[in-house]
């Protein structure tokens, strides 16, 4: 039985994620602050709910205490992520700072440390499907904390990769999506954000994807639904 681990499920990519793993027979690891709502009734999948703000180093991160023994494949979708904040470099309050890395980065290098520990040593296969964004390659003026979050990210899974090759990353852009982040970058009315007009064009034009569709290509294109 495959094990995935799904971080940032309470809505958007993720949610979609939850939503289509449920039906399948499969361990299905859900990392958040809430479970989303109403779960479909075809449920064939063992849940396991691990109730953690990503944004709070304070609390222990035990991946061993999630993962069954008999464990032999494991896919970790590093979904959860925020934009926040939005503002220029030179106005970033340094609890922001330690935030957005906390939630981008460091709780998510901290869960892919204990995985590639665990996998190594029990004979595991992982998979790690990065839930990345344009942003890890390009610089966006007001988006400081999530382009840089987003590209040390990226780096630290390709050093993994480099360091073993029982592990496979995927870095995946899903490309804009019709979700609460993008309602918050449409909501930005700092001077610092150039683009704000071409966010509102997505919209306006119906250009975003809906997270149902995105979640369902990514998985079919992973070869995991
Ligand atoms: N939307 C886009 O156009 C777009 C484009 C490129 C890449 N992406 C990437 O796609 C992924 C999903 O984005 P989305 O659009 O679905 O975003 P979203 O609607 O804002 O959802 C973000 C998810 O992350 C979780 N999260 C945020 N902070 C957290 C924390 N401190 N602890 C635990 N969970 C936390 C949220 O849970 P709570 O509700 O509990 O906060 C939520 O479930 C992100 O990695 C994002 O960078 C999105």
Do not use: C, N, T, Y
């Given at each position: 039985m495959k094990t995935f681990i799904v971080t940032g499920v309470s809505r958007g990519l993720g949610q979609a994620f939850y939503r289509l793993l449920l039906p399948l027979p499969v361990r299905l690891i859900l990392i958040g602050k809430v479970l989303p709502a109403d779960?479909?009734?075809?449920t064939q999948a063992e849940v396991i709910f691990v109730k953690k703000d990503?944004?709070?180093?304070?609390q222990p991160i035990d991946v061993a205490s999630w993962i069954?023994?008999?464990?032999r494949e494991i896919v970790f979708i590093n979904n959860a992520g925020t934009i926040d904040p939005l503002v220029a470099i030179g106005s970033i309050a340094d609890a922001e700072i330690i935030e957005a890395t906390a939630v981008n980065f460091v709780s998510p290098a901290m869960i892919s440390n204990q995985l590639a520990h665990l996998c190594k040593h029990n004979g595991i296969k992982l998979r790690i499907l990065n839930i990345s964004s344009g942003a890890a390659a390009r610089a966006i003026a007001g988006w400081g904390m999530y382009c840089s979050t987003k590209a040390a990210m990226k780096m630290f899974y390709e050093c993994l990769a480099s360091e073993n090759d029982k592990v496979t990353v995927r870095h995946i852009?899903?490309?804009?999506?019709?979700t609460a982040m993008q309602e918050k970058i449409r909501d930005c009315k700092e001077d610092v954000f150039a683009f704000g007009e071409q966010f509102m064009r997505f919209k306006r034009e119906n250009l975003l994807r809906s997270p149902d569709a995105v979640a369902k290509d990514i998985l079919i294109g992973e070869d995991l639904l």
């Open positions: 779960p479909p009734e075809l990503l944004a709070d180093l304070s069954h023994k008999d464990a852009d899903p490309g804009v999506m019709d």
